[in-house]
C-alpha cells in the first residue's frame, strides 16, 4: 500500500490549553484480534471493548467474529493500525470503542468545550459498499427516556470513495441524523492513500465542522442546523452496511477499513489539523487568550472589522464596540473571570471565537 502524508498549508500552534482525553496509535498493541468477545462486555487489548452483528435476520452475512477487529503492521508511516472488517452481506455492523470519555470529559479544564476527534484513514481499494469511520456520541437529555446521538462524525462509503459528514441535526422543523455533503460537490478522495481527517463539536452552540488534510475542505453548517447541545458520551470507530437501494448496490463481500493514530481532545476553540479556521475569506487570530486585560484581533485578508460584541455562556451581551478599522484591540479588564463568544463583524460575514478571561 501506498505510504503517503497528505499536508496542507499548516500553522504552528501550540496548544497550551489543550488536553488529549483518548488516543491510541496501536504501537503498544499485539498484531492480531483486538479482543475475545464480541458482545462488547469484556475489553480486549488496550481497553478496546468491540461489537460485532450479521443484522437482525433475514440476512446473508456470515463473518460476525472476533477477527473483524484486527490490529495490523501496515498502519501509516510503517507503525501498526487498526483493520475493522466488515459484513460479507446485506446487513451487519461492526463498532469499536473505549469506555471512560464521559468520565475524563467531566474533568476537563473550564473553558475547554470544544471536542476534536482526528484520526488517519487509509481509503484502500473501492469495494463493497460498507459504510465506515469514527463518530462521536452522546446523550440527549431533553427526550424521556434519554436517547443516544450522533453528535459528529464521518462517513467512508467503499464502493464509492466519497467522504461525508454525519450528525445528529436540525433541519427545518425536522432533527434527525444527517450524512452531510464536505463541498459544493461530494468529495471523492484518491484510491490507496493515507489521509489525516477531523471532526469538532461545540458542546455550547452545537456546530459541528469537519476537515480534511491535504485537501481544500473545511465545512460548517448554518447555526439554524445545529442541534443540542448534547451531553459526551463516546467515541466509535464504525463499520455498518447501509439498505440496498436505486443508488446503493446490496452488499456481497467484506471491505476494510484501517485508521492509525486516533486521537480525542478538547480545546477552547475548534483548531483541528492545525488549520486555520477560515470564514468568508477571512482569516482571523485573537490573541492572547486566555488573555487578562487587552484582546488584540487581525485578520490577514484585509478586511474591515465592523463592530466586536462579547457574550456570556448565558447569551447576555457584556460587551460591544464598534470597530471600522482591519484590525482591532479590545479591553476586557472590567469582566468577570470566565469563558466568552465573541462574536467579530466584518463586511463579509462573521466569525465567533471562544474567549477566556483570566
Not at 503517503?4 to 490549553?17: G, K, M, Q
Not at 439498505?243 to 476494510?256: E, F, Y
Amino acid at each position: 500500500m501506498k505510504k503517503i502524508l497528505l499536508l496542507a498549508c499548516v500553522l504552528s500552534i501550540s496548544f497550551v490549553n489543550a488536553q488529549v482525553l483518548q488516543s491510541d496509535d496501536f504501537n503498544t498493541l499485539t498484531v492480531g484480534n483486538v479482543g475475545t468477545d464480541i458482545t462488547g462486555a469484556t475489553a480486549g487489548q488496550g481497553g478496546w471493548l468491540t461489537a460485532s452483528s450479521n443484522g437482525a435476520a433475514p440476512t446473508t452475512s456470515t463473518n460476525a467474529n472476533n477477527s473483524n477487529f484486527q490490529i495490523i503492521a501496515e498502519g501509516n508511516n510503517t507503525s501498526n493500525g487498526l483493520k475493522i472488517a466488515s459484513a460479507n452481506g446485506d446487513k451487519g455492523s461492526r463498532f469499536m470503542w473505549k469506555d471512560g470519555l464521559s468520565a475524563a470529559w467531566a474533568t476537563r479544564d473550564v473553558g475547554n468545550d470544544v471536542i476534536q476527534v482526528e484520526y488517519d484513514l487509509y481509503t484502500g481499494t473501492t469495494t463493497g459498499t460498507a459504510q465506515v469511520g469514527v463518530r462521536l456520541y452522546g446523550n440527549d437529555d431533553s427526550v424521556t427516556p434519554a436517547a443516544s446521538r450522533v453528535l459528529n462524525g464521518f462517513v467512508y462509503s467503499s464502493n464509492t470513495g466519497v467522504l461525508q459528514g454525519v450528525a445528529y441535526l436540525q433541519n427545518g422543523a425536522t432533527a434527525g441524523t444527517y450524512l452531510i455533503t464536505l463541498g459544493a460537490a461530494p468529495l471523492v478522495l484518491d484510491a490507496d492513500i493515507w489521509y489525516r481527517i477531523g471532526f469538532a463539536y461545540d458542546t455550547n452552540t452545537g456546530e459541528t465542522i469537519w476537515k480534511v488534510d491535504g485537501t481544500t475542505v473545511y465545512t460548517g453548517l448554518p447555526a439554524a442546523n445545529w442541534a443540542g447541545p448534547f451531553i459526551v458520551d463516546e467515541v466509535d470507530v464504525v463499520s455498518a452496511i447501509p439498505v440496498a437501494s436505486a443508488t446503493i448496490p446490496a452488499n456481497t463481500g467484506s471491505s476494510d477499513l484501517i485508521i492509525d493514530n486516533l486521537v480525542v481532545r478538547t480545546d477552547f476553540e475548534e483548531n483541528l489539523l492545525n488549520i486555520t479556521q477560515v470564514v468568508t475569506g477571512a482569516s482571523f487570530s485573537v490573541y492572547p487568550n486566555p488573555a487578562k486585560d487587552v484582546l488584540n484581533i487581525s485578520n490577514t485578508m484585509n478586511v474591515v472589522v465592523n463592530n466586536v460584541t462579547l457574550t456570556d455562556l448565558n447569551g447576555r451581551v457584556v460587551k460591544s464596540q464598534k470597530v471600522n478599522a482591519i484590525d482591532a484591540q479590545i479591553s476586557i479588564s472590567d469582566l468577570a473571570t470566565g469563558v466568552y463568544m465573541m462574536n467579530v463583524n466584518t463586511d463579509q460575514g462573521s466569525v465567533t471565537k471562544k474567549i477566556i478571561k483570566n
